[in-house]
């Protein structure tokens, strides 16, 4: 893995040098995170591409309301929700679970257990098909408690809720996460 | 707030997942399995390509707020 992390790097780092040299840091040190986030939010490779894209250039040139009171990760990660869940709202071209399925949370009775898996090239589709199926508050705060340079203060400031709000519904999104991930098996 | 990781690796030993080079990777928490998968989600590089081009067609203004970013 660490090599594969290397490798991405490698290549992030070669096309970062393509930017203005007072934007490339800032896209080598958030794009993996940013890209992700639209990635398995939006459950689109080329959405994600194309909201990674206009979450930098709008970071970019709206700079000078970045006042420096949060992270620099922070600031583009609510841009990218933003600019994300904008695009759902006009998209409407999801399928996505219904959020009250009974069934899904039923199964998320019993205690939490280790997630073993097989690493394979489907694991990716099968995050994807598990985070699709959970309403989108648990699925956006799954993605961004993922992230170890946020902490779940910043989080709850991102999405407009206490920490400890945060750590409630964490509790129950993680439960619907493992029964939904073993459902894709 | 982070738990540390502690992913195992155990190789599979049935027939078919042997034949597919396949590792069993146990993880303790969804959160560590999504950072599992960031890492293994490349950037595409089209993207920096892409925003270097919007830059040279509409540059943003230079300013100094630029190094409280980097700072």
Same mark, same amino acid.
């Given at each position: ?185 | ?13 049935? *027939?078919? /997942? ?5 590792? !069993? ?6 959160? +560590? ?5 960031? *890492?293994? /989600? ?5 993207? !920096? ?6 830059? +040279? ?15």
């Amino acid at each position: 893995m660490k090599e594969a992390c290397a490798t991405a790097e490698k290549a992030a780092g070669a096309e970062d040098r393509l930017l203005p040299a007072e934007f490339s840091g800032l896209y080598t040190s958030h794009s993996r995170a940013i890209y992700y986030l639209a990635l398995r939010f939006l459950g689109d490779p080329q959405k994600a591409e194309d909201a990674t894209h206009d979450v930098f250039l709008k970071a970019i040139r709206k700079a000078e309301q970045f006042r420096g009171e949060a992270s620099a990760r922070t600031w583009l990660y609510r841009i990218a929700i933003n600019h994300c869940r904008n695009l759902q709202r006009v998209w409407h071209d999801r399928h996505v679970f219904a959020a009250s399925d009974s069934e899904v949370w039923e199964q998320t009775a019993g205690g939490e257990s280790p997630l073993r898996i097989l690493e394979t090239k489907e694991l990716g589709d099968r995050i994807q098909k598990a985070l699709d199926g959970l309403p989108e508050e648990h699925r956006l705060l799954l993605l961004l408690v993922s992230d170890e340079e946020l902490s779940y203060e910043e989080v709850g400031a991102l999405t407009g809720q206490s920490a400890e709000a945060v750590r409630g519904k964490l509790h129950r999104g993680r439960k619907a996460f493992a029964a939904l991930f073993a459902k894709t098996e | 707030m982070k738990q540390k990781l502690t992913t195992g690796q155990q190789q599979e030993q049935s *027939a078919e /997942t042997r034949s597919e080079k396949t590792t !069993a990777k146990e993880f303790a928490s969804v959160e +560590e399995l999504l950072r599992h998968d960031a *890492a293994q /989600t490349a950037v595409p590089p089209e993207i !920096a390509q892409r925003l270097r081009q919007s830059l +040279e067609e509409s540059p943003p203004p230079r300013r100094s707020w630029w190094r409280k970013l980097f700072s």
